[in-house]
């Protein structure tokens, strides 16, 4: 089974799966295809709110605390409601936080989770995003216009890619 909060985990940071901080959470899958130097790296274009419309990021969403979920159950709920598909998630990918997440915003926190789309479904979006883009990893950084909390998650997602693909 995969070790979503090795590091967060060792520290006490994390009761019963759920992070001790008061942030909000957020679960986004970081999706590739492909292998090796024709590896691609899923981008999504935000419909809303206004202030990240048109901005590229990575599919998710918030972490329903209220029913006890974890980043790992979220990261597929939102996957299935946005894109309408279904994922396997091959990597939590650790961040500079103490408890492993990824800084997006004063109040919130993202879980990231290196993933691939099971086989024989097709993207199908949700008014979220109203396109995507399969973006090669040699200039994904630049080929669209990331929201700026994602560049971070993007620079160390191609690293794994490339190094475990």
């Given at each position: 089974m995969l070790e979503i909060f090795p590091r967060a985990k060792s520290l006490g940071l994390y009761k019963n799966g759920k992070s001790l901080s008061d942030k909000a959470h957020v679960s986004a899958a970081v999706i590739f295809r492909g292998s090796g130097s024709d590896a691609q790296i899923l981008s999504c274009r935000r419909t809303e709110p206004d202030h990240l419309k048109?901005?590229?990021?990575?599919?998710?969403?918030g972490v329903d605390s209220h029913d006890d979920e974890t980043p790992l159950e979220a990261v597929h709920r939102e996957i299935k409601e946005e894109l309408t598909v279904e994922i396997d998630v091959l990597h939590y990918l650790v961040g500079p936080n103490p408890d492993g997440t990824w800084i997006l915003t004063d109040t919130k926190v993202l879980h990231a989770h290196i993933?691939?789309?099971?086989?024989?479904q097709e993207i199908k979006l949700e008014p979220q995003h109203d396109t995507y883009e399969w973006l090669d990893l040699d200039n994904a950084e630049t080929a669209v216009k990331w929201l700026e909390p994602d560049i971070p998650i993007l620079r160390a997602a191609i690293e794994w890619i490339k190094a475990n693909s």
């Open positions: 048109g901005g590229w990021e990575f599919a998710g969403g993933s691939v789309i099971k086989p024989n």
